[in-house]
């Protein structure tokens, strides 16, 4: 009887044979999470050799800064007055036998003149002015609070928001100008408090917590001047930029943002009595607000925008053709692979079946 067919052999637990096909996806998923190991590791090499180059850069900058200072400094140091030689005999005594000089009369104490004081702005220039600044703050301190809690990354989401927007531009200074020349602005008919207008946006998650955003717009408002007709503006352009934003900040669906930009507006400020042609400008925008998302592709935002771009009107003054954008609409999102792939998905298996 062979070894083999003992009986003791045989009780032995025999090696059960692995599939070919299971062997394969084994080995394929081995290789592939290797190499994106492999990648990782690389990529952290390149940020610590970066990282290195950025702080040898700032220590030479230093030292540069110091040695200028160092510079300055022995450059505005008064120089050292030279050992004054003793004047000789002869002019010594002469200076002591001169009779002293008589005491000049005291002047009359001139007061000091107080420098004028520029004129302060007016209170409701100064008033939407400090909102804004303090809204701005705290919006930014609130952003940057919970972008650093959140856990959805930006990068690899796309994103299209399509809404309307109501602007409301404040334009003391033309006006004051306005009346001035005998054209005071006509409050009431023809002006419109609120000028109404169009937002959309579309945006990519380049990194983890910066978005690319290319934003078109159109605005108008009409006003009049007193002894003529109405005038209409009309401001349309195209803004890009980049905005700082994280997905489920604080809740799951929250997002919100603070972003800058700049591009072209085509300006138009026309009236019968004081016609205008259409202007080209580069304006600078900085706008700040949130978007909520209902489901994985569906949600809603709202902004707030303020617009910096100025045109001459009439030969009067420059007129403020920006302003505040209040704007609200949808937003269809296009979630990354990443964040569409399920999380018992293993790379080369199929996906585990739910029960």
């Known amino acids: ?19 070919a096909p299971f062997a394969e996806k084994a080995m394929a998923s081995l290789m592939q999470l290797h190499g994106e190991l492999m990648e990782e590791k690389e990529r952290r090499v390149d940020l610590y050799r970066r990282l290195m180059e950025r702080e040898q850069a700032l220590a030479e900058l230093k030292l540069y800064v110091r040695l200028l200072e160092e510079k300055v400094a022995t450059k505005d140091a008064p120089p050292a007055t030279p050992f004054a030689e003793p004047p000789p005999a002869h002019a010594a005594a002469a200076e002591v036998s001169r009779p002293p000089a008589p005491a000049a009369a005291p002047r009359a104490a001139v007061p000091p003149k107080v420098p004028a004081v520029p004129p302060r702005a007016s209170g409701r220039a100064q008033g939407w002015k400090g909102v804004v600044m303090r809204g701005s703050a705290l919006a930014a301190a609130l952003l940057v609070t919970g972008v650093a809690r959140a856990d959805t990354p930006t990068d690899g989401m796309g994103r299209v928001s399509v809404g309307g927007t109501l602007r409301v531009t404040p334009n003391d200074y033309f006006n004051d100008r306005a009346r001035e020349a005998g054209r005071a602005l006509i409050a009431e008919g023809t002006t419109s408090p609120l000028g109404a207008g ?28 007193e002894g003529w007709a109405p005038f209409s503006s009309t401001n349309y352009g195209l803004l890009a930029g980049v905005r700082l934003t994280r997905y489920d900040v604080f809740v799951k669906g929250f997002a919100p943002y603070l972003g800058v930009q700049t591009g072209i507006s085509l300006v138009t400020v026309t009236s019968p009595s004081a016609p205008g042609g259409e202007r080209a400008l580069q304006p600078l925008s900085v706008n700040g607000g949130f978007s909520w998302r209902f489901t994985e592709r569906l949600g809603a935002f709202v902004e707030v925008r303020y617009l910096l771009s100025r045109v001459f009107v009439a030969d009067i003054a420059g007129r403020n053709v920006g302003g505040f954008f209040a704007s609200a609409g949808v937003v269809f999102f296009f979630p990354s692979p990443t964040e569409r792939r399920d999380a018992s998905e293993v790379p080369g298996f199929p996906p585990v079946p739910t029960r």
Do not use: R
């Open 198 to 225: 169009g937002v959309a946006s579309f945006g990519y998650g380049a990194f983890e917590y910066l978005e690319v955003a290319i934003d078109v717009y159109a605005a108008w408002e009409a006003f009049a001047l």
């Open 1 to 19: 009887m062979s070894s083999m067919e003992h009986p003791l052999t045989l009780a032995l637990p025999q090696p059960l044979a692995v599939p």
